[in-house]
């Protein structure tokens, strides 16, 4: 088949369709855990415990699916993965047991998003995509994913309302099942791209990268920014409630982050082009420090928690541009899928760490201050760390003469 | 139409995708919660993660 259609253009429309809807339906999961759990006798923890589960699948099963994609190109591994999670969110809308829901909504679902969804697609814009043109595409991408949101909340709960929860996952997931169509367009290896890059096998690869110190400070930074996400997104709500204030303000401060996230991650690929990513990094990871901080000595208002939402929201995702610009600049794109991967992973740590110490933290003192005080911390740990990161290519991944 | 200009472009459409989409998100999300009417469920529909 000619592959000329496949242009720049193509390329980031189907990458950023892939983003919205597969991102999509994975924020809209939790509109199911009370009417599902209803439906199938449930309770909450088993529900809890099978999308732990599958975050966890996801983290783990991300350095493979991406080497995979490497190795046999994006657009296989995202019809797969795509294929799995439609699959994996079939099957879980049967799940009558706490074991079954563990292994469809768990296990499948999570190798699923690791094989189709936003990090094959950041892979696949940094090899397909001209390198004067990627850091913009990657903010476009994670942009995207962000918006799927807007979409696949409210459609969630108008499913659900219109024809119950089993139904309503079911028709959501026909949705997912336009990523193997879409994956077409993302298709190839990118060797042009690799052309002037080194032959590294992935076990050097692997070595190398956790080697090289600018990708190890990299990837601890990354696992900062889970934490983050994690802690505000699962805490904040029953955090306002505790305040007093009413579930609409907390409703309307998650709206923001959202609103702010499309807008801090598309500026942040923009910005990425441009300037230095380890320092926009540096100062994004400062500012969530900074916006932390503000939150938690300043009197709780209906103001400054809105604010709040608007300032996280833009420093939300507009890290994952930056960080997957800087593996694609410090190792090339032959096994950016991989180290992309390697880096989610420990997003997916942090995150993990996040939701867990957040809960036990309140359990054992009944109040989240030391929780906001450590991410304090993590904050500028993390702004600090990006500080020494090289912007250049690691020595083993020079180019190489033609 | 420089660099620049397009991504300032695309930029726009992105906001006002994302304005239009936080307004019926959040009017949404309002509405499934005054028709539960607990304050658990806002957990619940927390769409972020």
Redesign the interface.
């Known amino acids: 088949m000619p592959r000329h259609w496949r242009t720049p253009t193509v390329i980031i429309v189907a990458g950023c369709l892939i983003g919205l809807v597969s991102f999509g339906l994975r924020?809209?999961f939790?509109?199911f855990?009370?009417p599902l759990s209803a439906v199938r006798g449930f309770d909450r923890e088993t529900f809890a415990f099978a999308i732990a589960v599958q975050n966890l699948m996801w983290g783990l099963g991300q350095p493979v699916a991406g080497a995979v994609a490497d190795r046999y190109g994006s657009g296989r591994v995202l019809a797969v993965g795509g294929a799995l999670y439609v699959l994996g969110t079939v099957l879980m809308s049967q799940a009558t047991t706490g074991a079954t829901l563990a292994l469809t909504g768990g296990v499948l679902l999570g190798l699923g998003l690791a094989g189709g969804s936003f990090m094959i697609v950041l892979a696949a814009f940094a090899r397909l995509v001209p390198e004067e043109r990627r850091s913009?595409a990657l903010g476009?991408a994670t942009?995207?994913g962000?918006?799927g949101?807007?979409?696949?909340?409210?459609l969630g709960?108008?499913f659900i309302a219109g024809y119950g929860a089993v139904q309503a996952l079911v028709m959501l997931s026909f949705f997912v099942a336009l990523v193997p169509l879409l994956a077409i367009a993302l298709t190839g290896r990118g060797e042009d791209a690799e052309a002037d890059e080194p032959e590294v096998s992935t076990r050097e690869a692997i070595r190398g990268a956790f080697g090289h110190t600018s990708y190890v400070l990299l990837t601890a930074g990354f696992f900062v920014c889970g934490f983050h996400?994690?802690f505000v997104?699962?805490h904040l709500?029953?955090y306002l409630?505790d305040l007093g204030f009413s579930?609409?303000l907390?409703?309307?401060s998650?709206?923001?982050?959202?609103?702010f996230?499309?807008?801090g991650a598309?500026?942040a690929g923009?910005l990425g082009g441009r300037t230095s990513k380890r320092l926009l990094l540096s100062g994004i990871y400062f500012s969530r420090a900074l916006a932390f901080l503000l939150f938690v000595i300043l009197p709780p208002t209906t103001l400054s928690v809105l604010l709040f939402g608007a300032a996280l929201g833009l420093l939300?995702l507009s890290t994952v541009p930056l960080t997957s610009g800087l593996v694609a600049l410090m190792f090339g794109t032959r096994h950016a899928g991989m180290l992309f991967g390697f880096v989610f992973l420990s997003h997916q740590v942090g995150?993990f760490a996040g939701v867990w110490l957040g809960g036990a933290i309140y359990e054992a003192t009944g109040a989240y201050d030391a929780m906001w005080w450590i991410s304090i911390a993590l904050g500028l740990g993390a702004a600090i760390v990006h500080l020494p990161i090289s912007e250049r290519r690691a020595p083993r991944w020079a180019p190489v003469a033609a | 139409m420089s660099t620049l200009w397009k991504?300032l472009l695309?930029?726009l459409v992105?906001?006002v995708?994302?304005?239009?989409?936080?307004?019926?998100?959040?009017e949404?999300?309002?509405a499934?919660?005054r028709h539960d009417g607990t304050?658990e469920?806002?957990?619940?529909?927390?769409?972020?993660?």
């Open positions: 924020s809209s939790g509109l855990t009370e913009w476009l942009a995207a962000s918006l949101q807007f979409l696949f909340a409210p709960q108008a996400i994690a997104t699962t709500p029953p409630h579930p609409s907390a409703a309307w998650v709206a923001l982050i959202g609103l996230n499309v807008i598309y500026t923009v939300w995150a | 991504d695309v930029g992105v906001t995708l994302a304005l239009g989409g936080a307004y019926w998100q959040a949404r999300t309002a499934f919660e304050g469920t806002l957990r619940l529909v927390c769409p972020l993660h």
